[in-house]
Antibody, heavy 127, light 108 residues
Framework: EVQLVESGGGLVQPGGSLRLSCAAS????????MSWVRQAPGKGLEWVSA????????YYADSVKGRFTMSRDNSKRTLHLQMNSLRAEDTAVYYC????????????????????WGQGTMVTVSS | EIVLTQSPATLSLSPGERVTLSCRAS??????LDWHQQKPGQAPRLLIY???NRATGIPARFSGSGSGTDFTLTISSLEPEDFAVYYC??????????FGQGTRLEIK
């Protein structure tokens, strides 16, 4: 079964750090780009970051750039999100999601859809 | 950054009714537009990808259409399990990937 399982959430003080993990199973992990998407309580979905299948390239939302670092360990089929300098506005459920195969047309390629989502892990930033 | 605007914010309907949800982009997203369904306490689930393709296991009552900047998700006959929040999402011009603010479908 294709599955993503997040862990590492919890309560942290403003300015603190937390490291989230996402364990993948049931598919060839290194063949897929991956992403983190978050959802503040009662709010909509916000894309946070992405990493290529090889881990060579990462991308971030402006709201987390310079504070969050996304990485992957393909040998362990695991994704990580290191979150530093946390703020109250980072409070959210964090989901990892798999990008399906990229779509390429006319020499340009675009990410595939988020076809698999984890169940999420809650991060609360509060004193 | 491409802004996606969904309308309406909330819809109250009865099982068996037909519903159309709207998603408008601030600039063209070509065909790189997806729809996700989210039920309370659950993760989102991919419903429709590339405007009009149903994801694996999605019933035929769900359909998507549109092009450029205007897109719709139609549910031909609402089932009780369809009452949820629906998000459109673009991946044409990124980063960032962006989502609409969601449309909540409530039972009347």
């Amino acid at each position: 079964e294709v599955q993503l399982v997040e862990s590492g959430g919890g309560l942290v003080q403003p300015g603190g750090s937390l490291r989230l993990s996402c364990a993948a199973s049931g598919f060839s992990f290194s063949n897929y780009a991956m992403s983190w998407v978050r959802q503040a309580p009662g709010k909509g979905l916000e894309w946070v970051s992405a990493v290529t299948g090889s881990g060579d390239s990462t991308y971030y939302a402006d709201s987390v750039k310079g504070r969050f670092t996304m990485s992957r360990d393909n040998s362990k089929r695991t994704l990580h999100l290191q979150m530093n300098s946390l703020r109250a506005e980072d409070t959210a459920v964090y989901y990892c999601a798999r990008y399906d195969t990229p779509r390429c047309s006319g020499g340009s390629c675009y990410p595939g859809p988020f076809d698999i989502w984890g169940q999420g892990t809650m991060v609360t930033v509060s004193s | 950054e491409i802004v996606l605007t969904q309308s309406p914010a909330t819809l109250s309907l009865s099982p068996g009714e037909r519903v159309t949800l709207s998603c408008r982009a601030s600039q063209s997203v070509s065909s790189y537009l997806d729809w996700h369904q989210q039920k309370p306490g659950q993760a989102p689930r991919l419903l429709i990808y590339d405007v009009s393709n149903r994801a694996t296991g999605i019933p035929a009552r769900f359909s998507g259409s549109g092009s450029g900047t205007d897109f719709t998700l139609t549910i031909s006959s609402l089932e009780p399990e369809d009452f949820a929040v629906y998000y459109c999402q673009q991946r044409s011009n990124w980063p960032p990937i962006t989502f609409g603010q969601g449309t909540r479908l409530e039972i009347k």
